[in-house]
Nanobody, 124 residues
């Protein structure tokens, strides 16, 4: 069970930090990713921490603005979002999987565990 939190209303160029907490387990040996879905659009990959080596991957629209990290206990993953734009408005969800390969991290169907979404609204 994953629980995402931290969404809210923020002005353009502002910052927000989302959290994804693992309930009853840790993210050890799991890939953890953030996805978002804007109204009328398909769910898209935002970024994630790879299962192997703990590296990070980001979608092009958020590179240089968003940063994903994990706490030392491997129970919470954060999505730090800076320089937010109106186009970042969406419901953000976290997902985790213990078997996904790095090249498939952008595919929502590959993930076994999902948290509920948290709404991020960026006002222009």
């Amino acid at each position: 069970q994953l629980q995402a939190s931290g969404g809210g209303l923020v002005q353009a160029r502002g910052s927000l930090r989302l959290s994804c907490a693992a309930s009853g387990r840790t993210f050890r040996n799991h890939a953890v990713a953030w996805f978002r879905q804007a109204p009328g659009k398909e769910r898209e990959f935002v970024g994630g921490i790879t299962r192997t080596h703990g590296g990070t991957k980001y979608a092009d629209p958020v590179k240089g603005r968003f940063t994903i990290s994990m706490d030392n206990a491997k129970k919470t993953v954060f999505l730090q979002m800076n320089s937010l734009k109106a186009g970042d408005t969406a419901v953000y969800s976290c997902a985790a999987d213990a078997h996904i390969i790095n090249s498939a991290m952008d595919r929502p169907a590959q993930y076994d565990y999902w948290g509920q979404g948290t709404l991020v609204t960026v006002s222009s």
